[in-house]
């Protein structure tokens, strides 16, 4: 009978599943994988620490350890609740598990080497019986498979395994009964290795059958077949490696796996060359003549930069919206977020080649890289200092910078003039050329881009119109014509969606239209953004915004001024369909008619504009701790 009811319990559940899919809010684990995953033992799942054991116990009530329960193999642990009602909870952890236990099916690898294990966090309802009523659901498909349901005598014997693991529940308990009604909790899935170290960690949006299936296999194949790939490899996601794995280190020869200290150890990188010997591609560097860079200033800037005890409360850093390894803007934030997580109305803008703007900020209302920086260090959302006095008498009481002005600037101590030069001779290093296209277009090597990125210039410069703002010049190309447009984008904000459904993201891929009336109970109204309008107040500048450059822009994503698009393929989508249109909209702006084909070529003609030397900007800042000295003789890395 318990197997009939599980039979029926999965098959109900199916059809559930199978409901929810069709309106959209389900977690990307349910669906197809949406990209290419890089391929089993191509890259390194680092240690990131031992799995916590306790006592268990197993479906038939026999009293065991964790730990022993892992044996030789590698182990995918789930946290789960046989009564959980979130789709995007514990049944999706189950979802997984059960695509898994298939796939083992048809492995001797994979049955031989993992095991499943799903522990309850609920001992009072998921008792040994109910675990395994629950297990019967997913037994009845296949039977090879090793997946364990396993549960705890009581909440106190749980909560030491709870607190090892990171996992954090509350529950809601029926005031009259004093029986729990419902558990809230952060799904998380982990990886464990034959060692019982943990190797990954997987959240709702990235928890997927495909991609827990390349981790493991990764795990199981010996270590001689396991390889690491170069930081630029197109197989895995840029500045993926975390550092240092540990192991062995406590020996007297242990090797770092740190980029950042072997790059300072034997690979540095002169930046003040970057402002005399720019790279292929890209003109001189502009420089004001009361500020020409040095190396102390430029070193004093870099560790401004990244200094937090520049905000109000110690928290906050210039690097925090501009974040190194993240195309010197914030991946993770259409429009960014200051001290205390104060909204900021637009998205952060790149600082690679920065000292070419003639005007910065999306508005154009400052015109130099010495006075740009009292914007974002006063700002009650941004770093929040409540004037300038305060902001240098901060900076005078740091021991660390004891001299340090006064020896970049012959003598001069802090003050709102010297601060700002030397963050402005730190940012005008950031440049990046030598790309593939430029040695395509400037250097004639003709076989360094593909013919599908050829084919995307010529839609560049012809068709599509896009260098009439994004410039290519004889001998250079900066790809901005450093002047202000209206692309609609703004307009169509301000008048929002009409009647018709917001769209909000649920998960990284998941999206669901839900009625703007909905949407308006929960948060506030998004606060204008008039452009250019705000600085000049001529209504003619109305939504009007700065052209960013498109060098390295396969790196800055979100894109626009207010962070609209997540990739390249909207962005391209957005100009083809001729913006939004309106009566201020620039005469740039018109459908271009393209083909699909046609504007993946374009997209792969921007993603040949990453600079080579982009990853050793990146590398330099991860080399550059505030506590870092300036050398004697003044040289600087």
Known sequence: MRLIVGRLSFFFSLLWIAQVHASGVLAPGYGPLEYDPPLPGSYQLPPIQKAADGNILDSDGNLARLHDLFGDRVVLLSFMFSSCSDVNGCPLSSFVFQKIKTEIQNDLELENGVRLISLSFDPERDTPDRMQLYSNNFHYANSRGDWRFVTTDSIDTLRPILEGYGQEIEKFIDVETGETQDISHLLKVYLIDQQSMIRNIYSVSFLHADLLLNDV???????EGQSVQKLNSPAVSKYSRPGDGKDGYESSNYETDSLALALREGRPVNLYNLIESPPLGLPPVPQPSGNIATPKKIKLGRKLFFDRRLSINDTFSCAMCHIPDQGFTSNEMATAVGVEGRSVRRNSPTLYNIAYMDSLFYDAREDNLEQQIWSPFLSRNEMANPSIGYL????????DYDNLFEAAFKGRPVAMDTLG??????????????????RWHFGGEDDVITDEAKRGYDLFIGRAGCSNCHLINEDHALFTDNKLHNTGLGFENSIGSGSGPVRVTLA????LNVDPDIVNTVGEKPPADLGRYEITEDPAD??????????????????????????????VAFYNRGGVPHDLQSSLIRPLGLTVQEQNDLVAFMETLTGDNA??????????PVGDPIQNDGSVH
């Open 615 to 624: 990853d050793a900007l990146v590398l330099d800042a991860f080399a550059a």
């Open 542 to 571: 109305r939504w009007k915004y700065r052209t960013p450059t498109l060098r390295n822009i396969a790196l800055t994503a979100p894109f626009m001024h207010n962070g609209r698009f997540s990739s390249l393929n909207e962005v």
């Open 421 to 438: 030069m030397a963050l402005a001779a730190y940012q005008r290093t950031l440049v990046s050329g030598n790309s593939a296209f430029d």
């Open 508 to 511: 990284p891929g998941v999206f």
């Open 392 to 399: 240098l008498g901060k900076i005078r009481s740091f021991p």
């Open 217 to 223: 296999r990764s795990l199981l194949m010996p270590l």
